[in-house]
């Protein structure tokens, strides 16, 4: 390979491969001067850096206290000082910092193939012929960049003994030459820096960096490329005198507009004698891998791998660090000898983030909050149907005329009321059908949250008791004696017509979800989508937060006002939209759209507290509204669909790269390093933000910044099977109680209910429900499981990045094909368990109660007119 493409490709590889930064290390640096008597040490300044991706070790990190004051500092006050705590003497070491040999400046001989440093005989001029040592063993090495890949000279400096690399960034490395065999080309031979890559020409406002000067062609050197030695001292500094060329027309502005202090030639001319100067970008990288980029023909996985620290310097400190060095080698003589002393250790960040815990704790409440709802029409039937057999509306007596069937009573076993019927007082044409108007359980999730659940099936209050002290039996012959015989109805149907509104799925449905997710994740990419995605999640948002948060709450809050407000509320402003909707309506999109604002306007939203938070309150609403919207009567559809998505992330995870290869990422890199330079560009705008489908939280207290997050379609799947044992669980219930509900005793319903609570009273009645809620049934058992499978994907995530569905789709799985076998109710599960078609029956029933009640009341008013104009 010649010398030229080498260089090129180097230079370019640097380009993609070195990504914007934050300071995440700090180097303490101390100027020792040693003589016959003693050593003195002393504090001279800290500097930042940045750690490569690529090494295998870093520098120790330092305790929470250094991120304030410098850890060798002793005259800054502090009381952790290395001076005076003998254990972090023993942890952070100082190193004598030196430069590379001579006669490989830049550490590149061996990505050029001209040396071998595992062959110290066959390199005389780096290692003594007698010792076979290179000068550099336990000594860091700081090495200017270009010429090589930064992976290539820390392997070097590792070969030489050394004991880590700090490479400073330098305006020369900015330069390379098209064709090194041409030789002496001039001009015409260099490849020169990028625009808005390398520098900017002029700012886009009055205070922002950039700046543009014409300077004197004819000062500087091209013999045949870039000569730094000479050049980079005339494009350099604030002082005219120092002979910075850039700032001789305007000192004022080039101070004011190029805070670096240093400019790059751009290689445009001016006439015969004059070429564009601009100032250059000094920002820290996060040095990555080059693979098999390096120069030389070993493959990448064959290569030593490096185990030393590599950290990266500005130019600025770099410049500050290397003159420093130099001066003290200078000043060495006689029996006093000076050199630098640097003290490097990572910047403090937390072990663990409290992020992942709430994440988590988000997660198992947004599938625990979907699923409840899910089942809440069949509490809130239960409720209705309760008032009406009080009542006496409604009448339970057993079927046939045979012997009365024993039901069991434990909480295992659950007579699912084969020989029961319903007698419905004063209804000539019961149809089993969803109904128009008056209708207590709706599947509308506005509806569903403002109903009162009471903390589960077996203890909700029932609305119509006795009064006066009359008896429910009494209330009941008086009822019955004024109305038509009721009519019996058969729950054996095998009708499920009752279902409210509600997308019933089916198995097919599980391969078009995940046919369409990879779709639409594909032209999400392609076409960079992302900010219209945020504008329609958005917009979205604005409707899931009325019909889920803001119709509830002021539902809620309507029996505290006034009857006038009341009726202001319910003046139709707009077809059939009242002044009601047009509020909730508004505060939905006045949030969404402050939301969107905030996610458009931002390079890194997630540093904006109001950004992520209702980025997560939208989007466990939208996990209620579906999932409170999807019907599911048995396990087989979210089985299915679960192991379709648990075996598509398989593919993804561990077939996929093995096919297609990984993509080194250069081109995000880039387009990060850029929004980081120009955060008010149009493209910039929400560069960094997550896709809005997720729920995430933000690291705290953590200089790196980041966030965790879990997708949406992870509480959604997951949350359709754990959907149907709800709904499973709250079906068993409403049968359980309609079972013994059977011609009609004195206090039915209360003994009906009484049933299934417990009679402990205080604490141990609490810890008693608890432990029925999460280990009886199926509904808590599922919820353990899915918190037990989210725990271990994020303590998994810690050290890896794998989807969520690996660990939550078996385990949940696991969990519910245990209990069935256990059981002995999987083939019922599977099948689809009749108990829920019995109570969608009921759930019909229940809607028809208003009507009914309405219809008793008019009878009644009929029946005691007549006897009044008979008397």
Known sequence: MKISELLTGALLILSVAANAATPSAYIDVR?????????????????????????????????????EVPLSDEDSGSPHSLNSKSAHKSLYLSYTLVTPPSSDEYLCNESEGDSDYLNASGNSNVFDSQSGLSGMEGRFILVPRGHCTFEAKARSA???????VIIRNTLDSRYGLKDESIGDAGISNIRWPKPRQDYECEPKAADKFGFRAEVDINRFRFEPGYKHSHNNPLLTGTDVEEGNLCML???????????????????????????EACCAFDTLVRMSSDGDDDGDSIPAHEEEAVTIPALFLSMERGDELYDLVLDTSNNSGGTTLQYISIVPYERWYPDAHFSSFMLWALAVFAVWISCHQSANEFRSSWKTISSAIQEGVLIFQRGGTGP???????????????DIHLEISNDDDLELTEQSGATTSSSDPASSLNSTTNGGEANADFVGSPTNGESNEARRIEATRQQPPPRPVDLQSQSTNADVQRREILSFHSVVFMVAVVAFIFILFFFRLKSAVMILWGLGGAYVLKIVLFSPLLTELLPKLSDRVQGKLSVVVYKNYTIFDMIT?????????AWIAVGLSHVQPMNNFYYWFIQ?????????????GVNVSSMMVPSVLLFVAFFYDVFYVFIAPLLLGTSSGGSESSAVSHCEKYPDDSECRGALAPLPFVLAFPFLNDYRGGYSSISLVDVILPGLLISFTARYDAARALVKKIARVTIIPNNAVEEADAATSDDSKGLQRHLT????ALFKGYFGPLTLAYALGLGTFIVVSTTMSQPALLYLAPICLMAIFFLGLKRRELSELWKGPSSLRKANKLISVASRVPSMREEQTRAASGNLAETTSVA
């Open 158 to 164: 590792q070969r030489l003994g050394a004991k880590g």
């Open 31 to 67: 100027l020792v001067t040693s003589s016959s008597d003693s050593d003195l040490s002393t504090y001279q300044f800290r500097i930042e850096a940045a750690e490569s991706d690529f090494a295998g070790a870093a520098p120790p990190k330092a305790p929470r206290w250094a991120t």
């Open 404 to 418: 009365t069937r024993d039901r069991a009573d434990t909480d295992d076993t659950v007579d699912l009321a084969d």
């Open 769 to 772: 429900t608890l432990k029925s």
């Open 616 to 628: 997560d309150v939208m989007a466990v609403c939208y996990a209620i509204l579906i999932i409170s």
């Open 249 to 275: 027309d305007d000192p004022k502005g080039f101070q004011a507009h190029c805070p670096t202090q240093r400019c790059l030639l751009t290689g445009k001319k001016i006439g015969d004698d004059k070429m």
């Open 585 to 593: 309506a508004i505060a939905g999109l006045s949030i969404a759209l």
